[in-house]
């Protein structure tokens, strides 16, 4: 059996437009992309991509040579699909519809987004909340083979999603026809930051994986790799360059070297030495090329 390969990327710039990101991943080596289809400080629940921008995006998938299902949109910040605030959720849930209409409509393997915050501190009914609004999104966009990806997130204040409990209770409650077309992805950060100590040994990085496969029933859909500024449990959601964080590069070696770590889109979102390139210039990011090559080296020992 031949190993699947294993897709490193980033989550490039994309000003000057999407294409211009994939142009970027593509002059960098990368094989997967993050990207935002909208700004991510908004709610963004009445944005529809054009489709023309839908064709140059591909287009320059196309050039790079980067397989859109190995394309992840991230979604916006600001949704709480958590909230108790019924008006909150009302607009987070049409946001998170639009978040799939959008990532959809690009042909992108997924969209990944945030859970929320359980503001009231009721953590079982804001999972309900979180399948109920990702069940909606999913039959608001019946067709397409963009899948609706649940990120765990670093545990600060009543955030939902820390625990693989918690992430296989959001999973399990969609009802089963819709079930295939969503998932879930890994934040090394996040993890780190919520407690799960990636940084000691292989054996905790792999007893990680096999903690959310349990739960969940299935391997992640993409990895996050990012080291974390913040300490183990701190819950701080900082993001630091690979092997420059309080994880250290060995952990990101042990899991790209997991067979689960294969075939799915694993991208940084680590500090860029050029955050804002001109909407021309296609360069990648310095450190993020980089890091790559740490992370393709890391994988390979
Ligand atoms: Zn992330
Ligand atoms: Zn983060």
Not at 16 to 31: E, F, L, T, V
Not at 58 to 68: H, N, S
Request: hydrophobic share 40%.
């Amino acid at each position: 059996m031949t190993k699947k390969p294993l897709l490193l990327g980033a989550h490039c710039a994309d000003t000057g437009g999407i294409p211009m990101a994939a142009k970027r991943a593509g002059r960098g080596g990368m094989q997967a992309l993050q990207i935002f289809s909208a700004i991510p400080k908004f709610y963004n629940d009445k944005v529809s991509v054009k489709p023309d921008r839908i064709a140059r995006f591909q287009a320059a998938l196309a050039e790079a040579g980067i397989d859109p299902a190995h394309v992840i949109v991230h979604a916006g910040y600001v949704l709480n699909c958590a909230t108790p605030d019924e008006v909150k959720w009302e607009r987070a849930s049409v946001a998170l519809a639009k978040e799939l209409e959008r990532s959809t409509a690009l042909g992108v393997g997924g969209v990944c987004f945030h859970p929320g915050a359980a503001t009231d501190g009721d953590r079982d009914a804001a999972i309900a909340r979180v399948s109920e609004a990702m069940k909606r999104a999913l039959l608001a966009v019946p067709d397409g083979s963009t899948r609706l990806l649940i990120e765990n997130t670093a545990g600060a204040g009543t955030t939902v999603g820390r625990t693989p409990e918690e992430v296989g209770g959001m999973l399990s409650a969609l009802p089963k026809a819709l079930r295939k077309r969503a998932g879930y992805g890994l934040d090394t950060c996040h993890l780190y930051a919520s407690g799960y100590d990636l940084a000691n040994s292989r054996q905790d990085v792999t007893a990680v994986l096999d903690a959310f496969e349990a739960a969940t029933g299935e391997s992640p859909s993409f990895l996050h790799l990012n080291d974390s500024e913040g300490a183990l449990a701190s819950n701080k959601d900082r993001h630091a360059r690979i092997g420059r964080g309080e994880i250290g590069e060995d952990a990101f070696g042990w899991l790209l070297q997991d067979e689960r770590a294969r075939g799915i889109p694993c991208v940084m979102e680590t500090p860029q030495e050029n955050g804002e390139p001109a909407e021309d210039d296609d360069t990648p990011d310095r450190w993020d090329v980089e890091d790559l090559a740490l992370l393709r080296a890391l994988s390979e020992r």
